[in-house]
Every structure is written in structure tokens, then in C-alpha cells.
């Protein structure tokens, strides 16, 4: 069973469309990051969340933490081709005696 | 400033050979991390080490070995490699545990 699941697992849009991708475990985690990681290339650390209810924003793409810290989502807008890649949630929780852990990852497509 | 480097880039196994994974960082990192990556699994720890001289089991260490001797160096040692050993392997490494982990481009190794 894994502790961070995530979905879609796979996603594919047209450039310039929204989505959100969601990262969800039934455990607390002091703090959660995410990674993109592109094709033959090793993770890219995007950004990390550490307050209940926290967002943040890196041009666009939104980051939020569920208030209850079990849950967290990434919007992206006017997604680009750039933006392809495997996205990663990872999270740090007592069940994991404090250990980094990932989910296994939304391919994100988008077509030109 | 080359971050974390991995050799070799590709590898290709018979079943019962053995085989060592190089993982060099030059970020003066005391956490260390050895990572396997399979279809829908996400991100699995292997072996990790919180400094020179030490390290300790992950989430899959069945197979693996590894050692570290030197604070910038981390290898992964497959003694008698098995199919199901088939996989992308990542090193990564952190200043601290929690913090920021850079990843290598992996080592895909097929086991045949």
C-alpha cells in the first residue's frame, strides 16, 4: 500500500489548458514537496510546503497543502510543452519514521 | 560545480553477475541516498548514509549492498544481480535529513 497516492497517473492536454494534479495519504506529514522530473533525467525539486492551508506559487504553477496536512495539489495554467514531465509528491511523516517518501508520480503530456 | 554524477549510464546484466553503481557528489552533502524507480512504484529507497562511515537499510534493501568510505562517494553493490533487480537506479543527496534532495540522471540497468 502506498502512503502518498497520487492522480491521474497518467494525463495528457493541449498547450494553453489547466490542470491540477493531487498528491493524498491518510497520514500527516510535517512537510511535502514536489519534483518534476523530465524524461532520462533524475528529479527536479519544485517546491516545498510545511503550513496547513499554505500556497504557493511559481509562476504557473499553484501549490497548496491541505489544511489537515494529509493532502496537497499542483494547478498549472496555460500549460506548456515545457511542462512535460513526471510530477512527484514527496512527504515527510511520522508513519515514515521521518523519512522522505514518494508517491509514484502524474505523467503529465502536453501537445503543442 | 557538477551536483551529483552517476556512472555507469546504462548497464546491461546477466542474471548472477554482480556489478557496483558509483554515486559522487560535490555539494560537501552529509546525506546520501541510493533510489530504485519502477513503473507506478514511484521512488524507493534502497540504502541511505547520514555520513561518512555509515549507512543504513531503506525501504528495499534485499540484494543491495552499499558502502561509503568517502563523504562525496556512495556506491551501490548488486552481488548476484536477478531480474527483478531490473530497474532505473538514482543517487541522490541532502545537506540535512528533509531538506532538498538533488538527484543523478540514474543508471538504467536491464537484467537479463
Known amino acids: 500500500t502506498q502512503l502518498l497516492e497520487q492522480s491521474p497517473q497518467f494525463l495528457s492536454i493541449q498547450e494553453g489548458e489547466n490542470l491540477t494534479v493531487y498528491c493524498n495519504s491518510s497520514?500527516?506529514?510535517?512537510?511535502l514537496q514536489w519534483y518534476r522530473q523530465e524524461p532520462g533525467e533524475g528529479p527536479v525539486l519544485l517546491v516545498t510546503?510545511?503550513?496547513?492551508?499554505e500556497v504557493k506559487k511559481l509562476k504557473r504553477l499553484t501549490f497548496q497543502f491541505g489544511d489537515a496536512r494529509k493532502d496537497s495539489s499542483l494547478h498549472i495554467t496555460a500549460a506548456q510543452p515545457g511542462d512535460t514531465g513526471l510530477y512527484l509528491c514527496?512527504?515527510?511523516?511520522?508513519?515514515?519514521?521521518?523519512?522522505?517518501?514518494f508517491g509514484p508520480g502524474t505523467s503529465l503530456s502536453v501537445i503543442p | 560545480n557538477a551536483g551529483v554524477t552517476q556512472t555507469p549510464k546504462f548497464r546491461v546484466l546477466k542474471t548472477g553477475q554482480s556489478m557496483t553503481l558509483l554515486c559522487a557528489q560535490d555539494?560537501?552533502?552529509?546525506?546520501m541516498y541510493w533510489y530504485r524507480q519502477d513503473p507506478g512504484m514511484g521512488l524507493r529507497l534502497i540504502h541511505y548514509?547520514?555520513?561518512?562511515?555509515?549507512?543504513a537499510k531503506g525501504e528495499v534493501p534485499d540484494g543491495y549492498n552499499v558502502s561509503r568510505l568517502k563523504k562525496q562517494n556512495f556506491l551501490l553493490g548488486l552481488e548476484s544481480a536477478a531480474p527483478s533487480q531490473t530497474s532505473v537506479y538514482f543517487c541522490?543527496?541532502?545537506?540535512?535529513?528533509?531538506?532538498?534532495?538533488?538527484f543523478g540522471p540514474g543508471t538504467r540497468l536491464l537484467v537479463l
Open positions: 510546503v510545511v503550513t496547513g492551508g
Open positions: 497520514s500527516v506529514f510535517s512537510s
Open positions: 555539494m560537501n552533502h552529509e546525506y
Open positions: 541522490a543527496s541532502s545537506r540535512q535529513e528533509q531538506e532538498t534532495q538533488y
Open positions: 548514509s547520514v555520513g561518512e562511515g555509515t549507512t
Open positions: 514527496a512527504g515527510v511523516a511520522k508513519t515514515s519514521y521521518d523519512k522522505v517518501i
